[in-house]
């Protein structure tokens, strides 16, 4: 099994080439695809240059959007979703996102990155598990309603839709992984406001889905 590495990117020049140099030569992933969602940075040329094929959109159209152009484009059926925006990021954590697949203990994996002591076991058994970096056949990104693939709402709808067809899905703790802070990237106003963007998006999903259980 080989699998496909798909980055929805905007504005992430100071971490992308790290993360594509890893994912590129994994042996588990033939190909690394970057989707460049209208950057006004360097994003493209650095992805690029480290090895990934580049889907850039003329404008911002949201991250889920990205990751739909992103596995249209995708060679293989296993997917490996990256966020951009990644800190500390090895090639033995995504040997253990992609390995469960591989096995078939499980359908989608889920990274559980390192917070630290209590917060990293309360995640692990009681979630929410909303983090980008997962692994999963395109079948179940397919079953997704083109409804849910607008902006932060994807991880949770991916999450429904797994359960909705009985398919296992496995945390899977990465220590030393974490993500630049959305206040570090845009500065503390302009961040708490993306943030709290966020946040209100994934509430709004969350009730969506549970009138449509």
Not at 49 to 75: F, L, P, Y
Request: hydrophobic share 45%.
């Amino acid at each position: 099994m080989t699998v496909s590495c798909i980055i929805p990117a905007w504005n992430e020049a100071a971490t992308i080439g790290a993360l594509v140099d890893i994912a590129a030569h994994h042996p588990l992933i033939s190909e690394v695809i970057v989707v460049d969602d209208g950057s006004t940075d360097s994003t493209a040329n650095i992805a690029r240059t480290a090895g990934a094929t580049v889907i850039r959109n003329n404008r911002n159209i949201g991250k889920a959007q990205s990751m739909d152009r992103g596995v249209a484009a995708a060679r293989n059926d296993m997917i490996l979703f990256l966020d951009a925006d990644l800190k500390g990021l090895t090639a033995d954590h995504l040997t253990n996102l992609i390995n469960p697949i591989v096995a078939n203990a499980a359908d989608m994996t889920i990274a559980i990155r390192d917070r630290g002591g209590l917060i990293n076991k309360l995640n692990a058994q009681l979630g929410p598990w909303i983090a980008g970096e997962r692994c999963l056949p395109k079948s179940l990104w397919g079953s997704v309603p083109a409804q849910f693939k607008k902006g932060f709402q994807i991880e949770l709808a991916l999450n429904h839709y797994a359960r909705s067809q009985g398919l296992p899905v496995q945390p899977v703790f990465l220590p030393g992984l974490s993500i630049r802070r959305k206040e570090q990237k845009m500065g503390l106003a302009r961040g708490l406001l993306a943030r709290i963007t966020m946040i209100g998006e994934l509430i709004q999903v969350s009730l969506r889905l549970l009138i449509r259980k």
